[in-house]
């Protein structure tokens, strides 16, 4: 039995210490907001925050969760209004949407570590995900638009 | 009649339901159910489709209860299947003719209920409401409605009058739900008490099973059942990892069949040789002009490759078969392919199989093959619990169903002194991808097929020669988005600038002259002269925005949307930048334009993904098993989209597809123009 510590609440896992936390979030405890896309850390869609950083949760052992605390799509806030939510409903990133969980945890990391990351900082950020669909204009509208509030406040 | 809404004061209120037409029902409670007939796979179907009902109807689509459609024998004609970009230029005038249908009962209705005639009233909100200042709701209006007789004397279809939402942009009607993660995939089904299970499949195609040995599987904690169907062996468990642990656990030996030294390399070799066997000639225009000394024969050679989905939601699928039902979850492309299937695998009727589509996680054709429901149909009747098939993202890029290789024999006879080309041939070498979807297709409808985008080449060339050289392949081969009209395009507009360079001529000038003196259909040529002289101001062309890059240009009519695409790239040291990539496209009448947008901004990634990468078979096995080694177009490697959409007034058509074909070959034309290779083989591996 493993204490999870998650979206602000503790969750008493029964799981194989080896178990990956996509499979834990997903199947035991049906919090589907987080995907699967290749199990191996190559594409990123499963992202998540670990005490506040992007992190694939393919790639996290329920063992290694331990003393950590992390926050999926569905932790991000009560009613949506998120501002990276807002300014993806903005600039309509989303097509199919399988992949926009991910990107999303993955912007609110980079500016909750710096308030106007760098084009390259995105850049790099964003070059872990994979999107088939085509959203990478968008993401970057998303994603100036943010940066750019951020520098008014 | 007073004011007060009928049937309300009882305790029970029963709701009624006025329904004129399948796609659109009105409640007495107020609620607008509107029935989505197409799949939602991120195309925008599920916006744009209640906007076209909406405008007829007169209302605000927001009002509208969005139901995704089920097979069902009450939508008659309307299929459900979804793909070919078809799905607003087949549901246009259904979707009319339902908004006028709900309007005429409805304003019908209102006579009845303020005893005036229809010229005193109009829909304002979800009300109708009379001159004179009255207004009932929609849903008062039901009780009478229901009553009505259909109507007899509907007024056809008018030409579109008004565009209050229509060609105004619309925001994706999923996106809340996308971005707080609430949004349901076909992998994200949950019926009570499911379990998952992973499938052991033979590793190469007609390979059958030998035996197997479960003893460790069954040693793994969650895995319950290790069961056999058609696609292999099934691990079941109470959990996804559990499932593919169980599954790594499985000791299996399988029987070799005929395909066990199956190579890719070597079938595209003889593809290329195939180029040379008689072939079905498909058009022959003209006469091969006599020899003469200043005639000059160029000739080249295009290779494409087989290529995956990969869509980013691996292939999936949840059942639950019950003693006298089936029920299915399945983002699927195609669920009115899936009921006889299943109701064969199952024993239920039609009628009692049940196909739920959830949102599709990328489609891109391969969900429109019914393999992943039909294997859970068979598991979960074995099982007669809920079960989730799920695949990793190995199964799902060795799975099967994949575009072909081809190889492209194009040839033409030049008169240099004139700068003009006498002939043209485009010789296709490929396995049928119809054929390999359904054996039983005529062969004049495979030569067609698989010459999309080759036999209809527009240009005015006195000579035109295209075959179909078909080489049989037992690898299942499948529709991926924009089909054979991306080899196809791709061979055919990169050898249209390799003439205009032999000619020394502008290629888009030279396009635009070649169209000039085209036999084809006018309409389509004054659409493809249109787009392109747009494309020319807006590209600037033939100047790049800096002095070390160059423009390449490809055109095409895509089954009604006509396109043309400008690649701004630039060389240095072998490698390649595409900075730009310009679209002008006219689509027919624009419903959604951040839609269409979308559509082409998704376009150019999934063509340029092409470009990277490719499937390969050795022994028999696909090589790739994860995205490291069948990389896609990523985030940085996106150039700057610049779109033009141009409005008309012509029905609505296709926008999934169209922008997909000409991205190459502009692309690796302003590579040659930059200096760089003239690539003829792809995927590029070296930039």
Known sequence: MIDLNLNEKTFKIDAPDEMPLLWVLRDVLGMTGTKFGCGVGVCATCTILENGKAVMACQITLEKTKGNRYTTIEGLSKDGDHPVQKAWVQCDVAQCGYCQPGMIMEACSLLGEVSSPSESAINKAFSNHICRCGTYPRIKQAMSLLVNSGKKE | ?687
């Open chain 2, 1 to 687: 009649m007073g004011l007060k809404p009928m049937g309300l004061d009882e305790k029970a209120k029963e709701i009624l339901i006025y329904q004129p037409n399948p796609l659109v029902s009105v409640q007495s409670d107020g609620k607008i159910l509107i029935t989505v007939t197409k799949s939602e796979m991120g195309q925008g179907v599920r916006t744009s489709m209640p906007m076209i009902l909406a405008e007829e109807m007169g209302v605000d689509p927001a009002i509208f209860i969005l139901q995704q459609a089920s097979p069902s024998s009450k939508y008659k004609g309307i299929s459900l299947g979804t793909g070919g970009s078809t799905s607003l230029k087949t549901m246009w005038t259904p979707l009319r003719k339902a908004g006028l249908e709900v309007k005429d009962g409805l304003l019908r209705a209102a006579e009845i209920f303020f005893g005036v005639n229809r010229d005193q009233l109009s829909i304002r909100g979800s009300s109708v409401v009379t001159k004179d200042g009255r207004s009932v709701s929609f849903g008062d209006l039901v009780p009478i409605a229901v009553k009505l007789e259909p109507n007899k004397y509907l007024e056809p279809l008018k030409k579109v009058s008004s565009r209050n939402y229509l060609g105004k942009d619309r925001k994706r009607v999923d996106a809340p739900a996308i971005v707080n993660g609430s949004a349901r995939y076909g992998i994200d089904m949950r019926p009570k008490a499911l379990k998952f299970a992973a499938i052991k499949r033979p590793p190469v195609w007609g390979n059958t099973l030998k035996s197997f040995d479960a003893t460790v599987t069954l040693s793994v904690p969650g895995v319950r059942r290790v069961e056999v169907i058609t696609a292999g062996v099934a691990v079941v468990a109470d959990n996804s990892y559990a499932a593919f642990l169980g599954r790594e656990k499985l000791k299996v030996r399988w029987n070799s069949g005929p395909h066990t030294a199956f190579d890719s390399d070597d079938y595209q070799r003889q593809l290329t040789q195939n180029l040379e066997s008689p072939g079905k000639v498909a058009r022959k225009d003209g006469v091969y002009p006599e020899p003469h000394n200043d005639f000059k024969t160029i000739e080249a050679t295009y290779s494409f490759p087989f290529h995956a989905h990969a869509p980013l939601e691996p292939m999936n699928a949840t059942a639950h078969v019950t003693q006298t039902e089936t029920h299915v979850w399945v983002g699927s492309q195609w669920p009115d392919a899936i009921v006889p299937l299943a109701s064969k695998i199952t024993s239920h009727p039609q009628e009692k199989v049940n196909v739920h589509v959830p949102l599709l996680g990328g489609g891109f054709g391969r969900r429109s093959a019914p393999d992943p429901a039909l294997e859970v149909i068979e598991l979960a009747n074995i099982l007669k619990t809920p079960v989730q098939i799920i695949w990793d993202r190995a199964d799902d890029l060795r799975g099967g169903y994949y575009h072909p290789a081809s190889i492209h024999g194009m040839s033409a006879l030049l008169n240099p002194s004139k700068q003009e080309a006498l002939y043209y041939s485009h010789k296709v070498s490929s396995p049928s991808i119809l054929r390999s979807s359904n054996p039983k297709s005529p062969d004049l409808a495979v030569v067609n097929t698989e010459l999309l985008g080759a036999r209809d080449v527009p240009y005015g060339i006195d000579a035109v020669e295209i075959s179909y050289h078909e080489l049989p392949l037992h690898i299942p081969l499948w529709w991926w988005r924009a089909i054979q009209f991306v080899p196809n395009i791709y061979a055919r507009e990169c050898f249209i600038d390799e003439i205009a360079l032999s000619l020394d001529r502008d290629p888009l000038e030279y396009r635009q002259s070649l169209l000039s003196k085209s036999i084809q259909d006018p309409a389509l040529l004054e659409r493809l002269m249109n787009v392109i002289s747009i494309a020319k101001e807006k590209s600037n062309w033939p100047n790049p925005s800096r002095k070390n890059r160059a423009l390449g240009v490809a055109c095409m009519d895509y089954e009604g949307t006509t396109v043309v695409q400008v690649a701004e790239v630039s060389v240095s040291k072998k490698r390649f930048k595409i900075h730009k990539i310009y679209t002008v496209i006219d689509c027919g009448l624009v419903v959604n334009p951040l839609g269409v947008n979308a559509q082409v901004e998704g376009a150019i990634v999934w063509a340029l993904s092409a470009l990277k990468s490719q499937i390969h078979f050795k022994k028999g096995r696909v090589v790739e098993k994860n995205y490291k080694e069948y990389p896609v177009l990523r985030y940085s490697e996106m150039p700057e989209v610049n779109t033009t959409i141009v409005d008309s007034d012509r029905n609505p058509q296709g926008v999934g597809e169209p922008p997909v074909p000409c991205v190459i070959p502009a692309v690796l034309n302003a590579i040659a123009r930059a200096g760089g290779p003239r690539y003829r083989s792809l995927p590029i591996t070296k930039r």
